[in-house]
């Protein structure tokens, strides 16, 4: 559900940096990474909530999540630049 939230952000904060011509892949890709945190912190909140893990624990595991499927997102999708 994290990463749902996220992306519908991202997608739309993709297409508004387009529609203003600020888009440049290096600020698409540093935003995106501090867009990710946000990712994290909901996931920690989720994991910590449903599963009652200790906030360490969650925050690690959604830290991890990044790594994990970053190479399925590079194997599945493209740079739109």
């Known amino acids: 559900m994290a990463t749902?939230?996220?992306?519908?952000f991202l997608l739309v904060w993709d297409?508004?940096?387009f529609a203003f011509g600020g888009a440049n892949q290096y600020f698409l890709g540093?935003?995106?990474l501090v867009i990710a945190l946000w990712g994290v912190?909901?996931?920690?909140?989720?994991?910590?909530?449903?599963?009652?893990?200790?906030?360490?624990?969650?925050a690690t595991l959604s830290f991890l999540s990044i790594p994990i499927t970053l190479p399925l997102g590079i194997m599945f999708?493209?740079?739109?630049l």
């Open 4 to 8: 749902i939230t996220v992306g519908a």
């Open 41 to 58: 912190v909901i996931g920690a909140v989720g994991l910590k909530r449903i599963l009652d893990v200790p906030t360490w624990l969650a």
């Open 15 to 17: 297409w508004a940096s």
């Open 77 to 80: 999708m493209r740079s739109p």
């Open 30 to 32: 540093m935003s995106h």
